[in-house]
């Protein structure tokens, strides 16, 4: 079992940054992938980015690419999501999960909206 704790969201104006977190405790942490996802109001569940049990290798959404940087510090057991350039449109419900090759973990999400 891993529980998983999202914080770090709120309220940013367009072109503003947060950086999310996402603490697990449980089981060890290093053996799973973690990932960011977003629902936005009215809209299904999407993957933001995709980080690796050692954090070699790191994937994006299309339209968070050079935007959003995915990272984790296994000793801390924390996974982060830098969010840069926040547009209205990133505003949604942040969920982190955690995956290995038999189960699937999930945080209770953390709020992001951006507005002015």
């Known amino acids: 079992q891993v529980q998983l704790v999202e914080s770090g969201g709120g309220l940013v104006q367009p072109g503003g940054s947060l950086r999310l977190s996402c603490t697990a405790s449980?089981?060890?942490?290093?053996?799973?992938?973690m990932s960011w996802y977003r629902r936005a109001p009215g809209k299904e569940r999407d993957l933001v980015a995709t980080?690796?049990?050692?954090?070699?290798?790191?994937n994006y959404a299309d339209s968070m690419k050079g935007r959003f940087t995915i990272s984790r510090d296994n000793f801390k057991n924390t996974v982060y999501l830098q969010m840069n350039s926040l547009k209205p449109e990133d505003t949604a419900v942040y969920y982190c999960?955690?995956?290995?090759?038999?189960?699937?973990?999930w945080g209770q999400g953390t709020q992001v909206i951006v507005s002015s």
């Open positions: 980080i690796t049990r050692a954090g070699g290798t790191t």
């Open positions: 999960n955690a995956q290995n090759y038999q189960f699937s973990y």
């Open positions: 449980g089981s060890s942490f290093s053996a799973y992938a």
